[in-house]
């Protein structure tokens, strides 16, 4: 991306705790922070990868940035409008630019609706189209993400994953969203199910000029689809670079045992996988100053008193680390 | 007709035709339960009685005829014997089987309506869950037939407050269930994704959690049939529900039991009545229960 992109969505110190409550009032005892000091601008036409471990809230990332979740802190601005803090009746005209792919294809269609009937569902609850219009609609998206009409009147049970997420996708884009959140869309699909899905991403993405959010744990998948990387650690920001660069040369130790990790396809190849000790920490309970310091091969100190600050170490990539 | 108009209603055609199958598949499942057959020919019956009554009978059910009061089982003319007013007892039987799917069906669909309204509701927004649920469980304080009376003490006796008195009594185990699956459809991802789409809460309510819950519904509201027949029988028993003339079966073992040792048929004639109604709508409940789980889905 080059840096006279434009920013599309720009995501400024977000928070969002859960309140853990407890005893007999149900008092709220403490809180898991899940996502904890989130700032990125999301460019226009980019593909912003998110990835971490499992339950670092990236997916809640995706989802308080939707407006699904009530933000605890922060700002959302989108396309230079503040739209943090607004109603749901307010969200409705912005929930029409931003759209989620759920990871799993087979929860995130109402098993009692055919797939013609979801598809409608979105023009009814956004246009004034008539029946056939939107019937027109529906099949002409069905047709876009490589379904036939003969599926219209199908229900999602009689279709494959690979099938169902094209659904997914084709419900997502029908209102021509600008910006999208997949959240870890091919993660439930069979490998070959998951190039073909991610083909018609990218297809989507040149048609339509679409800004993707790729939250996924899958390293590879990210490498290949997005222009640039957020690595989170328990709820906060690691680092942030361009892909290559991301892995070329990871900076921060957490993201350099990430990637350490991705399995490599070649017979006899050595591999200097970095273990990290310990398990991940709570995030009820996170570690003082920098959250990663209790696993941290290289930690001082210091690590642990202090929150590393965010800095940009070369033009586009930053880091949240004392020690490098 | 345009030809889009015609491939639209063959399409719509063709979705009706698979709700259909869906139908289908339910209703063979249930077919093969023994009982649920037996229990579906006594629902038939009394369907049957409900509709047909004038034509079944020859008597009208309050007429007496004090010359031929208690005649037995058998005889000629009244093969279910009279009672001590000279009533035929078939043809009350008959009426009496009207009464009671009448309210039977009339509590069933008051308290579901109040039932799943509140249950939604409660499930849905967690703030109001916490009061509807202890309203709730203020009418769970209450045994069953004493809210009954209570609330027919309040309003008067008549059969139409018997129907309100068991639907309001109907109301929280409704609620409660649809309380429930309401929790676990709402966590689904599909009204996540509707969420996302920006679908209104009522839209969401309405087309996609109800839809999801019909299952344990339908299973209540079949076997709460049988609870309503069967409280509608005691109250009217006890005296606070059809009044006499009226050929309802409670009122009828209520007037027989004075003639207990003389006329037992005036009691355990209205009695086996009650009793078949309640089993069949049990096991019926108890098959569609099956039915529906979708664990069976599995097998065939």
Known sequence: MAGSAQVLYSVKGVKKYYPVKGGILRRIKNHVKAVDGISVDILKGETLGVVGESGCGKSTLGRTILGLEQLTEGNLVYNGTNISGYSKKELKPFKKEMQMIFQDPYASLNPKQTVGEALEEVFIIHTNLSGKERRENAIRLLKEVGLTEEHFDRYPHEFSGGQRQRIGIARAIAINPSFIVCDEPVSALDVSVQAQVIKLLQDLQKKHELTYLFVSHDLGVVRHLCNRVLVMYLGQMVELAPVDRLYENPVHPYTEALLSSIPRPVVGAKRDRIRLQGDLPSPANPPTGCPFHTRCPIAKDHCAAERPEWREIEEGHYIACHER | ?300
């Open chain 2, 1 to 300: 007709m345009s030809t889009e108009t015609v491939t639209a209603s063959i399409a719509s055609a063709s979705r009706d035709k698979k709700r259909e199958k869906n139908f289908v598949k339910t209703w063979k499942r249930l077919l093969k339960n023994k009982m649920a057959i037996v229990g579906l020919v006594i629902i038939a019956l009394q369907l049957i009685m409900t509709v047909a009554a004038p034509i079944l009978v020859d008597y009208d059910p309050n007429k007496q005829n004090l010359a031929l009061s208690e005649l037995p089982p058998g005889t000629d003319g009244h093969w279910m014997g009279t009672d001590n007013y000279g009533r035929d007892i078939w043809s009350r039987l008959v009426y009496g089987a009207r009464i009671s799917l009448f309210v039977g069906l009339g509590a069933v669909s008051l308290g579901l309506i109040g039932g799943v309204v509140l249950g939604l509701l409660a499930g849905y927004y967690r703030r109001l869950d916490g009061i509807i649920m202890r309203f709730v469980d203020l009418l769970f304080a209450f045994p069953g037939i004493l809210l009954a009376m209570l609330i027919i003490a309040i309003l008067g006796t008549s059969l139409v407050n018997v129907v309100i008195a068991i639907s309001i009594w109907s109301i929280p185990t409704c609620a409660r269930i649809v309380r429930g699956s309401v929790l676990s459809v709402k966590k689904q991802e599909y009204i996540m994704a509707m969420k996302s789409l920006g679908a209104s809460d009522g839209r969401i309510l309405f087309k996609h959690v109800l839809p999801n819950c019909t299952a344990p519904i339908i299973v209540f509201a079949t076997m709460r049939m049988a609870t309503a027949i069967l409280s509608t029988a005691s109250l009217s028993f006890l005296g606070l529900g059809a009044q006499p003339p009226t050929p309802e079966w409670g009122a009828m073992i209520a007037a027989g039991q004075d003639f207990m040792w003389s006329s037992p048929h005036m009691i355990i004639i209205p009695g086996i009545a009650i009793m078949l109604v309640v089993f069949a709508f049990n096991v019926v409940g108890d098959a569609l229960r099956d039915a529906l789980d979708p664990g069976m889905n599995l097998d065939k």
